[in-house]
């Protein structure tokens, strides 16, 4: 059974700072891997999808990595801005060959950006 | 386009009472899911259909039902509601079996006293 767990859990910064936020997973055996953004009462925003062939995947000031080996992906936010603020969510793609491909979702890091 | 939308947005149930939770999406997307959010943790997936008449259990089903007539609406079932299913639901959707486009409503909270 996959599971995902996220360093930190909460993350304080001031704005302008460049921050990554860490995911792991236990079963490498992944077909992709998404970064997603919750805001509060909010549904998810999905930031970012990784195939498990590419080591990185960039949009705007987010960078993601992924190392499949290890289990581990890096969500990288450069130039943080207070609208960042929100919680972040990592989860790792099933193979659909395998079955039906959905997410293990961790359990998000809370980021708070002040002014 | 409203992309998936959920009603009720809050709602409170007594013990052994029954309700549908609603889910549309407008997008024509074939995989819908279902999903629980508890206070501090991840989500959890109960039921997901890959299309119009074909729904599987996910991680967490028991207690819930579901069904697909139409590509556009994924209703959730609870019967004899418990405090244990206080939590909130995410209804999602995605164009592609690999989960491209994945797409949340924006939750319904549902309190069981």
């Known amino acids: 059974k996959q599971e995902v767990t996220q360093i930190p859990a909460a993350l304080s910064v001031p704005e302008g700072e460049n921050l990554v936020l860490n995911c792991s997973f236990t079963d490498s055996a992944i077909y992709n891997l998404q970064w997603f953004r919750q805001d509060p009462g909010k549904g998810l925003t999905s930031l970012l999808l990784?195939?498990?062939?590419?080591r990185e995947q960039t949009s705007g000031r987010l960078n993601a990595s992924l190392d499949k080996s290890s289990g581990r992906s890096t969500l990288y936010i450069a130039a943080s801005q207070p609208g960042d603020s929100a919680t972040y969510l990592c989860?790792?793609?099933?193979?659909?060959?395998?079955?039906?491909?959905?997410?293990?979702f961790g359990k998000g890091t809370m980021l708070l950006v002040s002014p | 386009n409203a992309g998936v939308t959920q009603t009720p947005k809050f709602r409170i149930l007594k013990i052994g009472q029954s309700m549908t939770l609603q889910c549309a999406q407008d997008m024509n997307h074939n995989y819908m899911y279902w999903y629980r959010q508890d206070p501090g943790m991840g989500l959890k997936l109960i039921y997901y259909s890959v299309g119009a008449g074909i729904t599987d259990k996910g991680e967490v089903p028991n207690g819930y039902n579901v069904s697909r007539s139409t590509t556009e609406d994924f209703p959730l079932r609870l019967e004899l509601a418990a405090p244990s299913q206080t939590s909130v639901y995410f209804c999602a959707s995605s164009y592609s079996q690999e989960g491209y486009g994945y797409t949340f409503g924006s939750g319904t909270r549902l309190t069981v006293v």
């Open positions: 990784i195939q498990s062939s590419q």
């Open positions: 989860a790792p793609g099933k193979d659909p060959n395998s079955g039906y491909s959905t997410l293990t």
